[in-house]
């Protein structure tokens, strides 16, 4: 899905749809971690739900200021990328992962336009998250075999036996 956050013209409304994208996207990683085999993606992806949830507390006084409410649900996004996590899910790990790189494709696009545009008093806010979206999409990437190798040194394709469902060497 690709995101129209950042094109807004009004900026509360835009620091508010960014507050959305990334409840949404706190609440994909949730789902995503319940669904991983892998302690360690569990783990790392538990950190970048934290990351999301800091974003949308840290951009919340700065909505309130500017006489706005915060919303306080990702709305149709946040079924959206649910949902692609759920269906994922069906298929493992690395269809897990892949979702959520599209889920980050659109938040490091949304961080990037709207650090174009931001309120003056959101800038360092926005900058900071951008900077957290790129390492989540890298660090996605390089679990994907888009990098060189996984995270547990093992190449693409290559299962660990202490996973679920192990059957041997491919």
């Not at 319940?34 to 700065?62: K, T």
Request: one cysteine or more; charged letters at 35%.
């Amino acid at each position: 899905m690709a995101t129209s956050v950042g094109k807004e013209d009004d900026k509360l409304e835009m620091l508010q749809d960014l507050i959305k994208l990334d409840l949404a996207a706190a609440e994909a990683y949730d789902a995503a971690i319940e669904r991983l085999d892998d302690a360690s993606y569990r783990q790392q992806l538990g950190e970048f739900m934290r990351d999301h949830q800091r974003h949308v507390a840290e951009l919340s006084p700065i909505v309130r200021q500017m006489g706005g409410e915060v919303p306080d649900s990702g709305g149709a996004k946040e079924l959206l990328t649910e949902g692609k996590v759920a269906m994922s899910s069906l298929m493992g790990d690395d269809a897990i992962l892949k979702a959520m790189k599209t889920n980050e494709d659109d938040t490091n696009t949304a961080y990037e336009r709207v650090a174009e545009k931001c309120p003056v008093e959101a800038r360092d806010i926005v900058t900071r998250g951008l900077a957290d979206e790129r390492r989540h999409r890298e660090w996605i990437m390089a679990q994907l075999g888009e990098g060189t190798v996984r995270s547990e040194g093992r190449p693409r394709g290559v299962q660990d036996e202490s996973r679920p469902g192990y059957q041997g060497p491919r």
